[in-house]
């Protein structure tokens, strides 16, 4: 067990405890220390910082510059708008310069360390250090329940002994990645004080078929294009559902790639999925239009608009049914037909690769129950939930790091300034 580079607890009574110490909670215990608070986190795990040391594949795409409350889903929708408004991407890059980290920014204001996500976690463990932060893990928590204890208002068994503390701090996680130690506890807690919890699922995630329905498509693994992707009009099930322009990945099991991760935390069980596969132009004008002066193969023709591959598929589907393989030997309606299947292809999903390769979580607790500006239970004092176990799911492409450092920075800003 490491205790802040020691083997005891110098006093079970903290102004706050921090429980996980992922992006927003150590974010969050760093801000609440500064402040001159006694702070300690804890966390299950023996390594700190896994999830963000493996983000962004290995550079960590901290934030996105054009962060803003349109680039989250929740079922209560306007809920983040606060944090993100007083946190904003351009605090957290002037706090990462402060360390030295430099950055770069790749497309769609994602930014990126220039070095290694390694950088953002020894920020981090800089951060607690400077506020004399005590970092307990690997720990776990036997039970939590409200103190008679002096001042304090939480009590918690863990397995180094009785903690208590004034305000507690949930910065759990969702259920995304298991394999680094993921868990339902913050989940738990929030039920556990009567706390809604907004059903969990996995988001950002790959999307998986029946494989009789995938089974013409599994040949087609590797091929890679940029497309737009949507919801068709009322599948959205959660208002208004944005489309995305981004690259699509062919799987063995489905379909996979940053524009079907985006869909993905929109799209319900049961719904289809709509994909331009040639979004550049009207494909049924444009094939009509080359069939006086094109005298190609049809899928010679398509591979001018997406991958060979893909156009052998779609273009062997038609010659299949029509005596014409060349692209005048077909008629009109034919590739009328065509064109509008491919400007418009719908497919549904089945399920997803789930939690072991999902980004994120969606859902959570509930944010109805909670204060917008400071991220605690509005029924009971003391008790905050920032972070990924909140109800409010980022778009891919570093959203969800700024909801942690922005939702940790509310919460550290009521506890610091809190007289309690």
């Known amino acids: 067990m490491t205790i802040s580079s020691t083997h005891t607890v110098q006093k079970s009574f903290h102004d706050a405890i921090v429980l996980g110490a992922g992006a927003a909670g150590m974010f969050c215990a760093a801000k609440i220390a500064q402040s001159g608070k006694r702070v300690a986190v804890l966390d299950h795990a023996a390594t700190l910082g896994e999830k963000i040391r493996i983000s962004g594949g290995g550079r960590c795409n901290f934030t996105n510059r054009d962060a803003k409350p ?59 250090a400077t506020g004399g932060v005590e970092i307990l ?47 339902d506890l913050g989940y738990r807690i929030a039920r556990q004080f009567d706390i809604p919890v907004v059903p969990p699922c996995p988001a950002l995630v790959p999307l998986t078929f029946e494989p009789e329905v995938w089974a013409p498509f599994a040949k087609l693994a590797g091929v890679a294009l940029q497309v737009v992707v949507r919801l068709p009009r009322g599948e959205g099930g959660r208002g208004n559902t944005p489309e995305f322009t981004e690259d699509l990945l ?79 030997d077909l008629p009109d309606s034919v590739l009328h037909k065509l064109g509008q299947s491919l400007n ?59 909801w942690a450092w922005a939702s940790a920075v509310a919460a550290a800003k009521a506890i610091g300034e809190s007289g309690v």
């Open 70 to 128: 349109e680039n989250f889903i929740s079922e209560n929708p306007g809920y983040c708008r606060s944090a993100l408004a007083r946190y904003t991407p351009q605090d957290f890059i002037k706090q990462i310069e402060s360390h030295g980290i430099s950055w770069h920014e790749k497309h769609k204001g994602q930014l990126f360390c220039d070095g290694s996500a390694q950088q953002i976690v020894r920020m981090l463990h800089g951060e607690c």
């Open 137 to 183: 893990n690997p720990v776990k928590l036997h039970n939590l329940r409200r103190s008679d204890f002096g001042k304090a208002r939480y009590a918690l068994d863990t397995s180094y002994g009785p903690l208590h503390c004034n305000d507690l701090v949930v910065a759990t996680g969702g259920l995304s990645i298991p394999k680094i130690g993921a868990s």
């Open 250 to 328: 062919f799987t063995h099991r489905g379909l996979s790639g940053p524009g079907i991760l985006q869909i993905s935390s929109y799209w319900q069980p049961g719904k289809t999925i709509a994909i331009d596969l040639a979004h550049t132009e009207p494909l049924d004008a444009a094939l009509i239009e080359r069939k006086t002066q094109d005298k190609r193969a049809l899928h010679n023709v398509l591979a001018d608009y997406m991958p060979q591959r893909l156009a052998d598929h779609f273009g062997a589907q038609v010659v299949a049914l029509h005596a014409g393989k060349k692209l005048p």
């Open 344 to 402: 418009d292809w719908r497919i549904e999903p089945n399920g997803s690769e789930g939690y072991r390769k999902a980004e994120v979580t969606r859902g959570g607790v509930d944010t109805r129950a909670l204060s917008s500006k400071t991220m605690e239970a509005t029924a009971l004092a003391g008790l905050y939930f920032i972070g990924e176990v909140v109800d409010v799911t980022g778009w891919l492409g570093g959203y969800n790091f700024q």
